[in-house]
């Protein structure tokens, strides 16, 4: 390309990010932080020594938290310079999404042509999914940036054979398994690229570049058995159904929530159109590409595919692992193959635009719900606090009948008196260990009687949809902390913000703060 082309591509590349950064600030504030996202900056501001603490504490089953601690570390820093408020600890998303986005031109470019590396940048920037979780105080957005950056250095050194590039393969393998384990997926999709393009030479190397990885990675390797225990004792993913790919599909070229069933269909029916237009595309073009855009296009298809499958099979047979938003780097993946379709993949033109405005679309409607979601996960916790602080008196107590709702509001105000009751022991919610309660300085509580103390008022915060699902459990007559508060107290009036109540008890009989065998 002349330097007059190079000059023409950095101007469009400068404004699809300009447009991508743009995206991901609305309502980066608005939207309530959630229950992980708050245990994030909880927990980050602690530093390392409590957050090494927090994790790796033996605790009954294994280590006391399953995460590395790589973003966390980064979220510490960031947040000594830039502060937590809600848009300043989501802004690290924001410009980790914004590097991906440039990374996703660059690996499409090398691996097909520049028109391609443009509009997978584009689809990039568009695609709700992405924005979510550049828009999201987690290590997701961050686990992606370095599985496409390994895979770049990866591409890059499979064509130069230099050793920089393996090393620069192997420490982002590191980084990125420093950053969420479940990377591991993606990584052994892309050491087994030797063998699946029968590329013998490379197999010898990649073997140098993993091994130089699994050393870099060994400080912590060391502790993944007690993490692993702690998966498999206690958490609370389910085993993923055959449908399940299907519905992370979806989540791709839409967004990982559960929104209205006409759009969510739309987005289902609109992700199983690509996908089938793409498989068929390739079948037809495939005698006339040229090797290197088979390799490159089988590439992609396989780290998409076999990662996703390989965590699928292993949430089957083992221990359910599979999330979608640990499928992030995969989901840039699919944008990449759909650049492909769209620029190279020969489709006529009518119905490229047809599938083209369909998706954006449907990718409209996932954005405007992503941006403006107000219920569970994410209800208005800020306005909910602001309510309390304006209307709670010396004497009255909060409590929460979980820890969901603790740890934002506690976000949003570390003044106010607030309790959580804990999780069943030993249940799929018991996830919150005792040491990393004690580095939060949040310790759950297993006697309502006793949290509260004969408190003249309490705010009791559930969700609306608590005591509903609590009922439908087997053997479950009453939700036990409204149904000994409504014993003890006299109920007032919910005060709702969303699905997020509020619900004030007031007048105590004389009841004693002890806990008998049955209190709650």
């Given at each position: ?63 006391a938290d399953i ?276 620029v190279r993949g ?83 919610e018991d996830t ?89």
């Amino acid at each position: 390309m002349s330097a007059a082309g190079r000059t023409n591509a950095l101007r469009w590349l400068a404004l699809i990010l300009l447009v991508a950064f743009g995206l991901r600030l609305v309502n980066l504030g608005g939207r309530a932080l959630w229950y992980d996202e708050a245990f994030a900056v909880l927990f980050a501001e602690k530093g390392l020594g409590a957050m090494l603490y927090g994790t790796l504490t033996p605790v009954e089953g294994g280590a006391a938290d399953i995460h590395p601690l790589l973003y966390y570390t980064v979220l510490n820093g960031w947040m000594r310079l830039f502060g937590q408020s809600p848009e300043m600890v989501r802004l690290l998303s924001v410009f980790t999404g914004l590097l991906t986005v440039a990374v996703v031109y660059r690996l499409a470019s090398e691996l097909f042509d520049r028109p391609v590396g443009m509009a997978a940048a584009l689809i990039a920037t568009l695609a709700p999914f992405h924005i979510q979780y550049s828009q999201e105080t987690r290590m997701y957005a961050l686990l992606a940036l370095l599985l496409l950056l390994a895979t770049w250095a990866y591409w890059r050194a499979w064509r130069s054979g230099r050793a920089a590039w393996w090393i620069g393969f192997a420490v982002l393998a590191a980084l990125a398994m420093y950053t969420q384990q479940l990377a591991a997926f993606y990584l052994a999709a892309l050491g087994l690229m030797p063998l699946l393009a029968r590329a013998w030479r490379k197999i010898l190397p990649t073997l140098a570049a993993a091994g130089l990885a699994v050393l870099l990675y060994l400080p912590w390797l060391v502790n993944l058995p007690g993490q692993l225990g702690k998966l498999q004792a206690y958490y609370w993913i389910p085993r993923p159904s055959l449908l399940r790919p299907l519905l992370t599909l979806r989540s791709f070229v839409t967004v990982s929530l559960d929104y209205p069933p006409p759009w969510s269909n739309a987005g289902f029916v609109i992700g199983a159109i690509l996908t089938v237009l793409l498989i068929m595309q390739i079948r037809m073009r495939w005698r006339r590409m040229h090797a290197q855009e088979k390799k490159a296009l089988l590439g992609v298809i396989w780290l998409l595919g076999g990662s996703t499958a390989s965590l699928w099979l292993v949430s089957q047979v083992l221990t359910p692992v599979y999330l979608d938003r640990a499928l992030v780097a995969q989901g840039v993946l699919l944008y990449i193959a759909l650049a492909w379709l769209l620029v190279r993949g020969g489709l006529p033109r009518s119905i490229a635009v047809l599938v083209t405005v369909a998706w954006l679309i449907v990718a409209g409607a996932g954005y405007v719900f992503q941006v403006t979601w107000r219920t569970f996960p994410n209800p208005p916790f800020q306005e909910a606090v602001a309510y309390l602080r304006a209307n709670t008196t010396p004497g009255d107590m909060i409590v929460h009948s979980n820890k969901l709702t603790m740890l934002p509001m506690v976000y949003y105000d570390r003044a106010l008196p607030q309790a959580y009751m804990a999780d069943r022991p030993g249940s799929g919610e018991d996830t919150l260990a005792l040491p990393t309660q004690e580095v939060l300085g949040l310790i759950g509580q297993h006697c309502l009687p006793e949290a509260l103390a004969r408190a003249e008022r309490v705010w009791l915060v559930i969700f609306a949809q608590e005591e509903e699902e609590y009922l439908s459990l087997p053997g479950v007559e009453a939700h036990p902390h409204l149904d000994w508060l409504r014993t003890h107290y006299d109920q007032g009036q919910a005060v709702a913000f969303e699905d997020l109540l509020l619900i004030p008890f007031s007048n105590p009989d004389d009841y004693v703060p002890h806990c008998p065998e049955d209190a709650p």
